[in-house]
């Protein structure tokens, strides 16, 4: 079955750290680019950073520093590590996969299921 799978998500204290990965099976998720994206309650979804075949990454602005993505081919995992958390980084985080160097929602037709992140005092 071809599908992927978020993990690590949970509650962190402003200024935290949190790492998400993103684990793929039926396919090789290094042939494809991995984004991930985010979704806030009464927002948009909104992407914050992909990884190609390649190796190329790209950030939102509002997550450059912050944040980094990478890839573990052997476990056919992408991962996003995102550093001093902020209030507003709440949301449910979502990663997919595309052919295309995007990060528009619409070029994604391969999504997982989500998992949340709420960043607290």
């Known amino acids: 079955q071809v599908q992927l799978v978020e993990s690590g998500g949970g509650l962190v204290h402003i200024g935290g750290s949190q790492r998400l990965a993103c684990t793929a099976s039926g396919f090789t998720l290094a042939s494809w680019t991995i984004a991930w994206f985010r979704q806030a309650p009464g927002k948009e979804r909104e992407g914050l950073s992909f990884?190609?075949?390649?190796?190329?990454?790209l950030y939102r602005d509002s997550v450059k520093g912050r944040f980094t993505i990478s890839r573990d081919n052997a476990k056919n995992t992408v991962y996003l590590e995102m550093n001093n958390l902020k209030p507003e980084d709440t949301a449910v985080y979502y990663c997919?996969?595309?052919?295309?160097?995007?990060?528009?929602?619409?070029?994604?037709?391969?999504w997982g299921q989500g998992t949340q992140v709420t960043v607290s005092s």
């Open positions: 990884i190609s075949s390649t190796f190329r990454t």
């Open positions: 997919a996969r595309s052919r295309l160097l995007s990060l528009k929602s619409s070029d994604f037709p391969l």
